[in-house]
């Protein structure tokens, strides 16, 4: 599942992306309110963890365009505003929890995880498929062709990824933040093993092939025209 961090405080920014994508999320994250504002707005995203003190344009702006846009997407303002105002503020503009730091991570995650769930009525925001290929997200399963595949947690983040932006080019640069939260060092083949291998699970044994290789690029999953 995808979610979007808004926080400038870089290290609470760092340390929210590192848990988040270790308890297997992919993560976008943004250090000021233009960049969140503008994720929030052109991206899609199952939830967004919103701080309300921000550079350039504050939480509650952001989550007043995101409903004035009927955006229903749910948002976790995390804050040091504590006062009984600013919960009420937050939850009247639209917020679906209100969390104040200094926080546990453990229970941020259970309350992301909660918020989740309540948002997960329809059964294809649980389900994500190509071809023959299903990825169960609540309960980390996939499958091709009815056949349990055995992926690792960062296999499964990989597949996420690729499955959520399915017939887009992903640069190495953009895999390398994403799944593995470093910045892409050319010298270093990490990123083509990781695919080499997840290819092997999702490929070798059946048809079509649905990762592919645009050289000089990057990656992309994509399910060929003639299947």
């Given amino acids: 599942m995808k979610l979007l961090v808004v926080e400038d405080e870089t290290k609470t920014a760092d340390y929210l992306r590192q848990g988040l994508m270790e308890a297997g999320f992919v993560i976008d994250l943004a250090r000021s309110g233009l960049d969140g504002h503008h994720l929030a707005m052109s991206e899609t995203y199952d939830l967004i963890i919103l701080d309300v003190m921000l550079p350039d344009v504050d939480g509650w702006r952001i989550l007043q365009s995101l409903r004035e846009s009927h955006k229903q997407v749910p948002v976790l303002f995390l804050t040091a505003r ?64 009815g056949q349990r595949l055995n992926l690792t947690n960062k296999e499964f983040a990989l597949l996420e990824l690729l499955l959520r932006r399915k017939g887009e080019v ?34 070798d044994n059946f048809e079509p ?9 990057g990656y992309m999953l994509d399910v060929p025209d003639t299947a």
Avoid: C
């Fill in 82 to 145: 504590d006062t009984v105002a600013d919960r009420v503020k937050g939850l009247e503009l639209g917020a679906d929890d209100y969390l104040v730091k200094p926080f546990a991570f453990t229970e941020l995650l259970a309350r992301v995880r909660t918020l989740l769930r309540r948002g997960q009525t329809p059964a294809n925001l649980e389900l994500i498929q190509a071809a023959d290929l299903v990825v169960d997200l609540p309960r980390r399963r996939a499958t091709r062709s």
């Fill in 170 to 203: 992903l640069p190495r640069s953009l895999i390398a933040s994403q799944i593995w939260d470093m910045n892409f060092d050319s010298d270093t083949n990490v990123i083509d093993v990781a695919i080499r291998r997840l290819r092997a699970k999702i490929d």
């Fill in 209 to 217: 092939k649905l990762i592919h290789t645009v050289r000089g690029m």
